[in-house]
């Protein structure tokens, strides 16, 4: 390995402890890292802006998307500022190089109607119907990732206030809130719960989705669940939890919510990510303006 990766463990060690950087992640940082490293060229001590432009240009001619270009540019920057702050490096050339511009994408979420139709398709009323049930009325009403909700445990539910706390990136915990649906819905999935782990004659785990094993539900499994019971409903897209998410943020937008509010629902660290959704029809906002302005109903002389 190039010498300039001699901190790369312990920079590792820090993204995992300190900042708490999830698995998945953090395996990706680190081979985006030992892939710069390979490349980097061994007559320099560290990399200079033209090293770093050079090696994304490389990338380029490799087909790498620009969306893989800049995350291996975010691993190498993050890299030198952690080897500013704690190792004495002088400059940091990754703060003057851009990478690749990314094209606006417009999230996919379902109409209203979609959403209607996904969650009155009738279901069996058995523990998986009932779980299924639960868990689409949960991604939907609270707008959770999915590695949220299944981390969700019972001791983080509280049905009576209609709320549940979950832990997001970085572990930061916030409340989110469950309507009326999601609520009856959860009720009578518990019920199917509680006989299927004493069918199993098991211990509780305490998480409150459970597979057939009645064992925590995994975030590949929910995708499944989500993309079999949408199909089920005749939704044509190929819809994922993230698509649920996607529809819980741009309904709340169409009826009238602040952007401020739902970045806090969403758990976005930042305003600009929750900007994705302000793709809401002229019409909408024309809805919107006109129920809220005083003088929206002032004709123009």
Same mark, same amino acid.
């Given at each position: ?228 019971? +949408? ?5 044509? +897209? ?64």
């Amino acid at each position: 390995m190039h010498p300039f990766g001699a901190s790369l463990d312990p920079f590792c060690r820090h993204l995992r402890d300190v900042r708490q950087m999830s698995p998945n992640t953090l395996r990706a940082y680190r081979a985006d890292l030992e892939d710069f490293l390979a490349w980097l060229p061994e007559a320099s001590a560290a990399p200079s802006r033209l090293d770093l432009r050079r090696f994304l240009v490389e990338l380029e001619q490799r087909g790498l998307k620009p969306s893989s270009i800049q995350r291996k540019l975010a691993a190498i920057r993050s890299y030198h500022r952690y080897l500013r702050e704690f190792e004495g490096l002088a400059e940091d050339p990754s703060k003057l190089v851009r990478g690749p511009r990314l094209p606006k994408r417009i999230p996919k979420f379902l109409t209203e109607r979609e959403v209607d139709t996904l969650l009155s398709t009738p279901l069996p009323d058995d523990f998986f119907g009932n779980r299924d049930r639960a868990v689409l009325e949960f991604l939907y009403s609270t707008g959770c990732r999915v590695s949220e909700a299944t981390g969700v445990r019972l001791s983080q539910l509280d049905l009576d206030e209609g709320s549940v706390l979950v832990t997001g990136k970085g572990k930061k915990q916030r409340m989110c809130l469950l309507g009326g649906p999601a609520r009856d819905a959860i009720s009578r999935y518990l019920a199917s719960r509680s006989a299927k782990l004493r069918e199993r004659s098991m211990p509780d785990p305490g998480y409150l989705f459970l597979n057939r094993l009645g064992r925590p539900l995994s975030a590949r499994w929910m995708f499944e669940l989500v993309l079999q019971r +949408a199909r089920a409903a005749g939704i044509p +897209a190929r819809l994922t939890p993230h698509g649920l998410r996607h529809s819980f943020a741009t309904h709340m937008l169409e009826r009238g919510a602040d952007l401020r509010t739902l970045q806090e629902m969403l758990g976005h660290e930042n305003l600009v990510t929750t900007e994705i959704y302000t793709h809401v029809s002229m019409r909408q906002l024309r809805e919107v303006y006109d129920r809220a302005h005083p003088h929206a109903a002032t004709s123009a002389e």
